[in-house]
């Protein structure tokens, strides 16, 4: 729907008295006319600017949370309390959004009964503008150069790794909550020393355990079935949730975070940095305290700022120059498309050029594999480091680890021979095999034994009709094997036959049921 | 050239990939040796490592960065990460922003940037090496700190430019053969005579020091004759053992105007010191007791050395370094097949002996088939049940053993004679008792540690006129065997993963053939036991030289049929 329609909805009288009040000149004052006059009038940023100063700093905090915050790729959009509450009380949300729907800056969607309100997008795009020029530009300067390839999301790396963590290592957490140390340091070597951080983790955590990827169950975080899954969705999706995660964690309730979004949203003006460019933090933050509305202007401390800064780059929406002192910070592309202010939207990677296995066992699964296919290399194989391609190595450990874990060595073979386009080298391919014709040759398996007085008797209970092939196997002349839940059909049926059987606590559960 | 096409990685940390399928693979091989180290180089893909070192020593041949990173962007698949651009203009252009010269008897550090001198005359690393300050871009050095001075400035990342010149050295009337005793006619290749030239910059004092890398086979030993025949000075050469001291020794007799008299041996078994002395690094780091001094080190003050050469200087010892560091006056040359050392001190290489001067392309070497080729087989068979129960009721140093002198052996060896018959061939073994039933059943000659020399010379000359095919060889003579013409090697049993003992033995068969025939590395192995555990890791080792390996499960006599021997 676009605005002309929306306007459509604004009764006559009020549209002309929005004519009036912003002197829009009107030649016949028809609907259709002041319909055709004001719709050009949303359009000038300048226009809104005035329109929207009418309204209070609370219900323009409201407008621009719902500018900022909600998915910029829908039109009807929920306007939760959580997005609201920094600005206005739970019981005044209905009327706020009347008299912001009265100025025809958002449009409700029948919003007492379901919550909705429309927000075109040509409008939501003024708007934007508007909101940014509450903040004046900066001049950006050079930062640090990245050792990430720029296409790659931090925050969906960390997560990455952090899965990847749980999938080998038991993590048992500390009498406090916490978890060990070690877990950290583990995370900390496969993301690399650059990009870690101890916000970066703790982000990582809280986002897996919010998305129920992992729960801790008796101290022990461990993951779920769902991690695979959801790595399984892709990465555009995966983006998308942090989003919803990020909005809903700590945007939504907190006046200060959507502040310095804006912030970062407003600073880059017309000219948006270039690569590698950052803004001093000192200028973004003085920036902050002159330009605040009323409402904004609690003093909030530094380094309380500056948490919010770290939690920021940790998200992947800012990067910082430096975690622990930042000097200079700036949104990231992310963040930039995140905040509507770059319209190119993320496309999945092309499906990936095949990996390189090579005779020394090094595997290189090129930059545009994906979560889902590291995933299952983690699987099978040793993660070595994360850059441009991504190493591993194969080796016995990994293998027979992997089989633990339920691959069998063919499906080991055949997704290496899928990775590879079918060259996988001699040696590697000899040496899986060698190795993984080990696993289980000696096998461990629970059954009962049946033990019968005599080879006769043995004998005997073999032709009872009701056996049903449950005494196949048979270990010596009186002994047979049978499964645990065969051996309880058989004590009944032996019992039945009148040969009352005994056994050695077999079957615990079922006698103290009796007694 | 497409994106896919393009055959280039770069990592974050400065390694680049280097895809081997890709049409530009040549070209960027070329491109890249200039820059950057190789460091492994398994089938699919090649792996090389730019390191400030590599950076300078692309900078003291003249490059710039631009250049390097104009080459890494025409063949790299994907955008180079930022910080490697930063890094790799930063480090280039520290290059050559100080020099050491000579003023008359005097030692000058200069620099155009005030503040780094300032810094060097005070960094703790340095100040003790500087006499006086001259000038705001001027220091007086200590003249005997020439080469302590720039050991320490490469550490602090600023490497000098050396252009204090040498010290001429006595005379020494040397020159190349034309022709050598066989009648055949001899002459240095063109490449071999530019990396004499790009070593010697017409006698400057920007030349006369630094490294020469070129892959085994290309002639190495013959570029340090033309150096010498180039400056005719006296000469002090640095081997690494006996073999290669002997090799040297051939090659001058056979290729220079020198007489037997004129180059010496100094080695365990003897010291002469002549015109050109020959000498191990083992001599020279020899010692009683580990406080004493290294008595043998006065060889290098023993003669007016105008050259000292130091072979395979990757391997080069500590205490050579630090002598070599008194005597930077002297020209050296370093020969070696690659700057990447274990111990990694190659920045004491760059600054000691000097930035390397000279490569070449492989691409050429392999056009004008200087570079031998080999293939890899490795043949698995099972342990006979009866040794398997003797084997799995053993300690593992006995189960390597049994597994080692597995009798089925014997079957697949009987087969590679015969598919080898007219070829060269070495049987190379770690037991002797193991050797001595192949030397007995097939009837051939063996060389062990205990041969007199005297057999061990007939041997070596009947194998290497054709009268002898097949030669048993344990592994203690084959470190001292040099038998070129051997073009199979078949390996029984091998040593606990000696990662090196492979490349040496593969090392014996490599070198380019007359008729330019492939040569073949047979290796076997008992299956499911620890010996094929080992020779796995051995064999990834020559994986990332870049060997291919063929591998055949081999499952009794019937199953028996040798891959193609050529």
């Known amino acids: ?515 | 050239m497409t994106s896919a096409d393009k055959p280039i990685i770069v990592q974050s940390d400065r390694t680049v990939f280097v895809e081997v399928e890709s049409p530009a693979f040549e070209e960027a091989r070329d491109a890249l040796g200039a820059f950057a180290e190789l460091i492994k180089c398994p089938e699919h893909i090649h792996t090389y490592q730019i390191t400030p070192l590599s950076l300078w020593n692309a900078a003291s041949a003249g490059m710039k960065s631009e250049t390097v990173l104009e080459t890494l962007r025409r063949f790299s698949r994907y955008p180079i990460p930022g910080n490697v651009e930063t890094d790799i203009a930063e480090y280039m252009n520290r290059y050559g922003r100080l020099t050491l010269e000579r003023d008359g008897g005097r030692l000058l550090l200069r620099g155009q940037d005030a503040y780094l001198i300032e810094e060097i005359s005070r960094h703790k690393r340095t100040q003790a090496f500087v006499e006086e300050r001259i000038d705001p871009n001027t220091i007086l050095i200590g003249g005997a700190y020439r080469g302590h001075l720039k050991q320490e400035l490469i550490k602090i990342g600023f490497p000098v430019r050396d252009l204090a010149g040498y010290v001429e050295g006595e005379e020494l009337d040397v020159h190349l053969s034309g022709r050598l005793a066989n009648g055949k006619s001899f002459a240095l290749r063109d490449y071999q005579s530019a990396a004499v030239s790009a070593f010697h910059r017409d006698g400057s004092a920007a030349g006369g020091s630094g490294a020469i890398v070129l892959p085994c086979g290309a002639g190495k030993t013959v570029i340090g004759l033309g150096v010498m025949a180039r400056l005719k000075k006296r000469t002090l050469i640095l081997v690494t053992n006996v073999v290669a001291l002997r090799q040297w020794r051939r090659e001058i007799l056979e290729k220079t105007t020198l007489t037997d008299a004129e180059v010496c041996e100094y080695s365990g078994e003897e010291k002469n010191i002549g015109p050109v002395t020959i000498a191990t690094y083992q001599i020279l780091t020899y010692r009683k007791k580990k406080s004493d001094e290294y008595p043998h080190l006065k060889l290098f003050e023993a003669q007016d050395w105008g050259l000292i050469i130091y072979d395979e200087v990757h391997l080069l010892p500590a205490p050579i370094f630090r002598i070599t560091a008194d005597i930077q006056a002297r020209r050296r040359l370093g020969l070696t097949a690659t700057l990447v050392r274990e111990d990694g001190l190659e920045s004491d290489v760059f600054s000691l002996i000097g930035p390397k001067c000279f490569d070449i392309p492989w691409k050429v070497l392999e056009k004008e088939g200087w570079i031998a080729s080999a293939q890899c087989h490795e043949l698995r068979v099972p342990l006979p049940m009866e040794q398997r129960r003797e084997y799995v009721m053993s300690p593992p140093r006995a189960q390597y053993r049994i597994a080692s002198e597995n009798p089925m052996k014997m079957d697949v060896l009987d087969e590679l004679l015969k598919t080898h018959q007219n070829d060269r061939v070495l049987i190379i073994g770690q037991y002797l008792r193991q050797l001595r039933v192949v030397a007995s059943a097939f009837n051939l000659p063996m060389l062990t540690g205990s041969t007199p020399n005297a057999e061990r010379v007939d041997l070596f000359k009947r194998f290497r006129d054709g009268e002898i095919k097949h030669l048993v060889v344990s592994k203690v003579a084959n470190f001292a065997v040099d038998l070129p013409e051997a073009n199979v090697a078949i390996q029984i049993s091998g040593s606990f993963g000696s990662r090196q003992e492979e490349a040496q033995r593969l090392g014996r068969i490599l070198r380019p053939k007359a008729e330019n025939a492939v040569a073949h590395f047979y290796t076997i192995v008992t299956r499911d036991s620890s010996e094929g555990e080992f020779a796995q890791k051995r064999q990834r080792f020559l994986a990332e030289q870049g060997y291919q390996y063929n591998i055949r499960n081999i499952d009794g006599a019937a199953a028996l049929t040798i891959p193609s021997g050529g």
């Open chain 1, 1 to 515: 729907m676009n605005l002309y329609q929306m306007l459509t909805h604004i009764p006559h009288e009020r549209l002309q008295r929005i004519a009036d009040s912003f002197g829009v000149g009107v030649y016949s004052p028809s609907k259709r006319n002041l319909l055709q006059s004001i719709g050009a009038r949303y359009r000038d940023v300048e226009f809104l600017a005035e329109l929207t100063a009418e309204l209070p700093h609370s219900h323009r905090g409201l407008l621009r949370a719902l500018v900022f915050f909600t998915p910029p790729e829908h039109e009807t959009i929920e306007l939760g309390a959580d997005l609201a509450a920094p600005w206005v009380e739970p019981e005044h949300l209905p009327g706020a959004v009347e008299e912001i729907a009265a100025l025809g800056l958002i449009f409700p969607d029948d919003f007492r009964r379901n919550g909705r309100v429309i927000l075109p997008h040509e409008l939501r795009k003024s708007l934007l503008d508007v909101f940014r020029g509450q903040f004046k530009a900066l001049t950006p300067r050079p930062g640090p150069a990245s050792p990430m390839p720029p296409q790659r999301h931090i925050a969906l790396e960390a997560v990455f790794h952090l899965l990847c963590v749980l999938l080998h290592v038991r993590v048992r957490q500390t009498q406090k909550g916490a978890l060990h140390k070690r877990i950290f340091e583990l995370w900390t070597q496969r993301i690399g020393e650059g990009l870690a951080s101890e916000s970066r983790f703790q982000f990582a955590l809280d986002f897996v355990v919010h998305a129920g990827l992992a729960r801790v169950e008796e101290s022990e975080l461990e993951l779920t079935d769902e991690a695979a899954r959801w790595l399984g969705h892709g990465e555009y999706e995966n983006r998308r949730e942090l989003i919803r995660f990020i909005v809903s964690s700590r945007v939504s309730r907190s006046r200060e975070m959507q502040r310095l979004l804006a912030l970062f949203a407003s600073v880059e003006g017309e000219n948006p940095p270039a690569s590698g460019e950052l803004y001093a933090v000192d200028d973004l933050l003085a920036e902050l305290e002159l330009n605040a509305w009323p409402e904004e202007s609690d003093p909030v401390p530094r380094e309380a700022l500056i948490e919010r800064l770290r939690w920021l780059d940790a998200a992947g929406v800012i990067s910082l120059d430096d975690r622990e002192r930042p000097a200079l910070a700036a949104l990231t592309g992310w963040g930039r498309r995140w905040l509507s202010l770059e319209e190119t939207v993320f496309i999945e990677p092309e499906p990936a050029a095949p990996a390189m296995i090579q005779p020394n066992f090094e595997l290189l699964a090129p930059p545009g594999a994906s979560y889902d296919l590291l995933w299952r290399l983690d699987q099978i194989a040793e993660f070595r480091r994360r850059d441009v391609m991504t190493e591993y190595h194969l080796s016995q450990g990994a293998l027979l680890k992997s089989m633990r874990r339920g691959w069998t060595l063919d499906a080991v073979l055949a997704f290496l021979d899928e990775l590879s386009g079918g060259r996988v080298p001699d040696l590697v391919r000899f040496s899986l095999e060698e190795w993984g014709a080990r696993y289980g040759r000696i096998r461990f398996r629970r059954v009962v034994l049946v033990e019968c007085d005599g080879p006769e008797l043995a004998e005997e209970i073999t032709h009872l009709p009701d056996a049903n092939g449950a005494l196949e196997e048979r270990i010596s002349g009186a002994c047979f094997a049978v499964s645990e839940r065969e051996a309880r059909r058989l004590f009944k049926l032996f019992r039945e036959r009148g040969y009352e059987p005994s056994h050695d606590n077999v079957f615990t559960d079922s006698s103290r049921k009796k007694t």
